[in-house]
């Protein structure tokens, strides 16, 4: 099983990559190879909205050279994608945005090409943020379970942990093992679609 996180926050060493570490540790003691993509150190820019890939056949066919098309292949590898961001503003970072706008490229349903080039995979979030619960995460979830649904992927759900004392917030038990239990739900689920349970 193949896993792809990608870090949307634009600080390297904080909240939302400590609460990753123990996620990664827990997806590889269970055999699952994993990449972490960093996003704040690609140049991935806006959607441009040009409809060109929707007439590419079979690849992405975005028209920008850009940082997006690793992204691409790192998604194209993955069974499960795991979208890990703190929440600004109730959303996501600029970075994160950016890459869920360019997904149109995956879907074929606006030109000429016709299919998907990602139905099927699984995606979850892993989010931090100030405010409690839902309040704080609600919007960003809702927009990517309706991703999942209109794209034809399996959303397994959403793991977050409130910053009340920056990265010490992070780094207690309970948090540690919030990630590590989320990261083995996830596997499981990936296992069960595929069959493999």
């Known amino acids: 099983m193949n896993t792809l996180i990608l870090m949307g926050s634009p600080r390297l060493h904080g909240n939302t990559a400590e609460l990753c570490k123990p996620l990664m540790e827990e997806l590889r003691a269970q055999g699952v190879q994993v990449r972490y993509v960093t996003l704040a150190d690609r140049d991935i820019r806006p959607c441009r909205a040009c409809y060109r890939c929707q007439d590419v056949e079979g690849a992405y066919g975005c028209v920008q050279q850009d940082g997006m098309a690793n992204v691409v292949e790192d998604i194209l590898w993955a069974d499960l ?117």
């Open 81 to 197: 994608i795991v979208l890990a961001t703190p929440i600004y503003s109730w959303y996501c970072t600029p970075q994160m945005k950016a890459v869920l706008d360019r997904h149109y490229g995956l879907n074929k349903y606006y030109g000429k090409a016709k299919g998907s080039l990602w139905a099927g995979k699984h995606v979850a979030i892993l989010a931090t943020h100030g405010y409690e619960g839902e309040y704080a995460y609600g919007p960003f979830e809702t927009g990517v379970q309706r991703l999942c649904e209109h794209s034809k992927l399996v959303y397994d759900g959403l793991y977050s942990v409130v910053d009340e004392d920056n990265l010490a917030s992070f780094r207690t038990p309970e948090a540690i093992e919030g990630a590590r239990a989320f990261a083995r739900r996830l596997v499981e689920a990936v296992q069960v679609d595929r069959g493999g349970l």
